[in-house]
């Protein structure tokens, strides 16, 4: 496949700072598609969180979990899970030091508690709901990522001790929970070898610390107006605010438009 491919984060990105999708953007990125550019979307998200997001765009390719699970064209192409033995040491710490978990698979999540103040915080500024209590669901499926609630100041023990995993912080009191090595990147270069398409053809844009691998990795990495001066350093070139329609702009900076 010759014709190059984009790689879009959603909150900041895609999504402005009240999770609306701005009609520039949205014009944007039917532009691409009718050039017969591949449009994907790179999150840290879990598909259920996006489906939505998805269809209105018409987008049936992604990386989600920040690059845990994988899917071209509607048809999952790569998946790793979280092993249960590092997770479950995880979630003992955790509990005894009095900070709640989130664990997701692709279509659902569960709490490990309910009515912390730390997962209602976090998780409504993404407008989602407060999930349904369930504290021995990563026993029973495959997860992909968990959400540990914890303040910066906390965050050291759990690198320290736990270091079979790797975290990235999203929010003020919460961190993904991946993998060891797990990366948005290592979930393009899965997407890319499947396709076809050689990493010189591909393009990012993202605004968060969980997109620098992706940046990095690409062809072409772009780090939005508003990402952390952390990305901005990294990418390629940057490109305006989300909110002023800093992804139109990018497309047009980078040639695709």
């Given at each position: 496949m010759t014709q190059p491919i984009v790689f879009l984060d959603i909150d900041g990105t895609i999504l402005d700072h009240d999770k609306r999708i701005p009609a520039a953007t949205r014009e944007a990125v039917d532009q691409l598609k009718a050039q017969g550019v591949t449009v994907a979307i790179a999150t840290g998200r879990a598909p259920f969180m996006f489906k939505d997001l998805r269809e209105e765009l018409d987008i049936h390719s992604f990386v989600s979990f920040n690059g845990q699970y994988v899917v071209y064209e509607d048809e999952v192409i790569y998946s790793n899970p979280l092993p249960t033995n590092h997770l479950d040491a995880l979630y003992e710490e955790a509990i005894a030091t009095g900070?709640?978990?989130?664990?997701?698979n692709h279509e659902e999540m569960r709490a490990s508690e309910e009515e912390h103040g730390y997962i209602a915080n976090s998780l409504g500024s993404l407008k989602m709901d407060?999930?349904?209590?369930?504290?021995?669901?990563?026993?029973?499926?495959?997860?992909?990522?968990?959400?540990?609630?914890?303040?910066?100041?906390?965050?050291?023990?759990?690198?320290?001790?736990?270091?079979?995993?790797?975290?990235?912080?999203?929010?003020?009191?919460?961190m993904d929970v991946l993998p060891l090595g797990g990366s948005k990147a290592i979930g393009v270069q899965k997407f890319l070898e499947k396709v076809g398409i050689p990493v010189e053809r591909s393009y990012a844009f993202g605004d968060g610390l969980n997109d620098r691998e992706m940046l990095q990795y690409v062809g072409t990495g772009v780090a939005m107006g508003n990402a952390k001066e952390e990305v901005k350093l990294i990418a390629d070139l940057v490109t305006g605010d989300v909110e002023d329609n800093g992804l139109r702009e990018g497309f047009h900076k980078v040639g695709l438009l």
């Amino acid at each position: 496949m010759t014709q190059p491919i984009v790689f879009l984060d959603i909150d900041g990105t895609i999504l402005d700072h009240d999770k609306r999708i701005p009609a520039a953007t949205r014009e944007a990125v039917d532009q691409l598609k009718a050039q017969g550019v591949t449009v994907a979307i790179a999150t840290g998200r879990a598909p259920f969180m996006f489906k939505d997001l998805r269809e209105e765009l018409d987008i049936h390719s992604f990386v989600s979990f920040n690059g845990q699970y994988v899917v071209y064209e509607d048809e999952v192409i790569y998946s790793n899970p979280l092993p249960t033995n590092h997770l479950d040491a995880l979630y003992e710490e955790a509990i005894a030091t009095g900070h709640p978990m989130v664990f997701l698979n692709h279509e659902e999540m569960r709490a490990s508690e309910e009515e912390h103040g730390y997962i209602a915080n976090s998780l409504g500024s993404l407008k989602m709901d407060y999930p349904t209590i369930d504290p021995s669901f990563y026993k029973q499926t495959d997860i992909y990522q968990a959400l540990l609630f914890c303040e910066e100041t906390d965050e050291a023990h759990y690198l320290q001790k736990h270091d079979a995993l790797d975290y990235i912080r999203w929010h003020e009191y919460s961190m993904d929970v991946l993998p060891l090595g797990g990366s948005k990147a290592i979930g393009v270069q899965k997407f890319l070898e499947k396709v076809g398409i050689p990493v010189e053809r591909s393009y990012a844009f993202g605004d968060g610390l969980n997109d620098r691998e992706m940046l990095q990795y690409v062809g072409t990495g772009v780090a939005m107006g508003n990402a952390k001066e952390e990305v901005k350093l990294i990418a390629d070139l940057v490109t305006g605010d989300v909110e002023d329609n800093g992804l139109r702009e990018g497309f047009h900076k980078v040639g695709l438009l």
